[in-house]
């Protein structure tokens, strides 16, 4: 039988409610203008609430600081039949212990499976995230671990030290660390990803180190330390605006090959200089990757050029059980020699089903497009295409070559593809 939720959106109609019969509670209580006071005693009234298995709590952009923070947990530790557990506290005034202060009361609650917690914009700092992972390695029975710690200047040493003390989490089977916009460089990159690789029992891993200035040794050796996640099937890495050129790509590309039982990869690489070199080696290192199914990248400016599109597809095409490919490659200049040749070793991704291209902005003309669509035209068991073309240089002659080449395509029954700043939307072709 499904329990039934129950919803909150102002303190005092919780305070006054029958706090006993909660199991399943939702309480929204962002920009109230919440204090430590009134966390403390929203604390209170929940420690009441001995029979809540599963609590989401949005306390967001408040004023809560270290007395608030501290309350809230030692009264969540009476929570003992807790074990699922959404905390928002981003954009409060939380300082370096008192992060750490909280979790070290949630360890009480032994029941505890799943915990979402969001710390982003606080002032954590690089003492505040150790001290934070260290306190979660105690929470034994953690399975499922979200955290956001985004925009807390927690620097290399948070970085180390947080994935260190992760680590003892030994049944932690999911992880999504938001780090994005911390000051964390080489050195942090490749002690957090030293951390990890004793995440033995690891299978689902969301990384994002957006906005950070991790250049070439930090995306290598996050890539090599990855390599030991053995158990890893589901990656989501995040390296967007930051400083890694060609090395580093194919550095961590090689460094994902090793891992062995990755199925599910999305990479985020946009706003970097990896360049034409570094793209073709970080596909010709994903190609070892002998599992991968479902592949995502995102490689906006990243001057990859024609050679760099034409060495990626090459690259691709010894992704042999690829069947979902999602490529973004906007603003790149690739040209008409890079679109023919992205789409010509495409062409012998012989299982790919699913694939969506998106090449606007690129400096493709008619001949691009026309050789584009005769490479993709043998991809035999092509189901679904989204071409995005926009802001290119194709008149009507260069959609008329495309239209005519993907009409080859049998087995395709969805298509979309965008134009001229149109929009076309074809079924059951």
Do not use: P
């Amino acid at each position: 039988m499904r329990q039934q939720i129950t919803k909150y959106y102002k303190l005092e109609e919780f305070i006054n409610s029958s706090l006993l019969s909660h199991q399943v509670l939702h309480i929204y209580l962002s920009n109230n203008y919440i204090g430590d006071e009134d966390a403390s005693g929203l604390g209170s009234a929940l420690a009441n609430c001995i029979n809540l298995s599963n609590l989401a709590l949005d306390l967001s952009n408040n004023y809560i600081s270290a007395m608030g923070a501290s309350g809230l947990g030692s009264a969540l530790a009476n929570c003992i039949n807790l074990s699922n557990l959404t905390l928002n506290l981003s954009n409060n005034q939380i300082g370096i212990a008192d992060a750490s202060g909280l979790i070290s009361a949630l360890t009480n609650c032994i029941n505890l499976s799943n915990l979402t917690l969001v710390l982003r914009e606080n002032q954590i700092g690089a003492m505040g995230a150790s001290g934070l992972g260290s306190a979660l390695a105690n929470c034994i029975n953690l399975s499922n671990l979200t955290l956001d710690l985004g925009s807390n200047q927690i620097g290399d040493e948070g970085a180390s030290g947080l994935g260190s003390a992760l680590a003892n989490c030994i049944n932690l089977s999911n992880l999504t660390l938001d780090l994005g916009c911390n000051k964390i460089r080489d050195v942090g990159a490749s002690g957090l990803g030293s951390g990890l690789a004793n995440y033995i029992n690891l299978s689902n891993l969301t990384l994002d180190l957006s906005g950070n200035q991790i250049g070439d040794a930090g995306a290598s050796g996050l890539g090599s330390t990855l390599a030991n996640c053995i158990n890893l099937s589901n990656l989501a890495l995040n390296l967007s605006w930051n400083e890694i050129g060609a090395m580093g790509a194919s550095g961590l590309g090689s460094g994902l090959a090793n891992c062995i039982n990755l199925s599910n990869l999305t990479l985020d690489l946009r706003e970097n200089q990896i360049g034409a070199m570094g793209t073709s080696g970080l596909g010709s290192a994903l190609a070892n990757c002998i599992n991968l199914s479902n592949l995502t990248l995102y490689l906006y400016w990243n001057k990859i050029g024609a050679m760099g599109a034409s060495g990626l597809g090459s690259a691709l095409e010894n992704c042999i059980n690829l069947s979902n490919l999602t490529l973004y490659l906007y603003g790149n200049q690739i040209g008409d020699a890079g679109a023919s040749g992205l789409g010509s070793g495409l062409a012998n991704c012989i299982n790919l089903s699913n694939l969506t291209l998106d090449l606007h902005g690129n400096q493709i003309g008619d001949a691009g497009a026309s050789g584009l669509g005769s490479g993709l035209a043998n991809c035999i068991n092509l189901s679904n295409l989204t071409l995005k073309l926009e802001e290119n240089q194709i008149s009507a002659m260069g959609a008329s070559g495309l239209g005519s080449a993907l009409a080859n395509c049998v087995n395709l029954s969805y298509l979309t593809l965008w134009l001229m700043q149109k929009q076309f939307i074809c079924f059951g072709l």
